[in-house]
């Protein structure tokens, strides 16, 4: 799987985005995809997760729980993350990720991944 990511950019405390990961590829249609993100100096964590099959469930971290929705769009291959009430502590390169194994958590979960969309939440 073959996976690009965009859409990120500077928005203020409250407001929102949304974020793009185009797929492509033989076996995207079979995948789980992740959305993980890497505030500056830290460690890489998660944030979403969807797999593209029918009849999967997305799931969240607590921290986005309420806040954040990732969707698929099968027309487009595109995977959304839609951001609202962003925080500043949502500062961060985000990143799209790929594997066949569903419902993964870790980076090391993941094979195939996207590069990073930086994400900034002014105060």
């Known amino acids: 799987v073959q996976l690009q990511a965009s859409g990120g950019g500077l928005v203020q405390a409250g407001g929102s985005l949304r974020l793009s990961c185009a797929a492509s590829?033989?076996?995207?249609?079979?995948?789980?995809i992740g959305w993980f993100r890497q505030p500056p100096g830290k460690e890489r964590e998660f944030v979403a997760g969807?797999?593209?099959?029918?009849?999967?469930?997305?799931n969240y971290a607590d921290s986005v729980k309420a806040r954040f929705t990732v969707s698929i769009d099968n027309a487009k291959n595109t995977v959304y993350l839609q951001m609202n009430s962003l925080k500043p502590e949502d500062t961060a390169v985000y990143y799209c990720?790929?594997?066949?194994?569903?419902?993964?958590?870790?980076?090391?979960?993941?094979?195939?991944w996207g590069q990073g969309t930086q994400v900034t939440v002014s105060s």
């Open positions: 990720a790929a594997d066949l194994r569903p419902y993964g958590r870790r980076p090391s979960d993941f094979g195939s």
């Open positions: 590829g033989r076996t995207f249609a079979r995948s789980y």
């Open positions: 969807i797999p593209w099959w029918t009849g999967g469930s997305a």
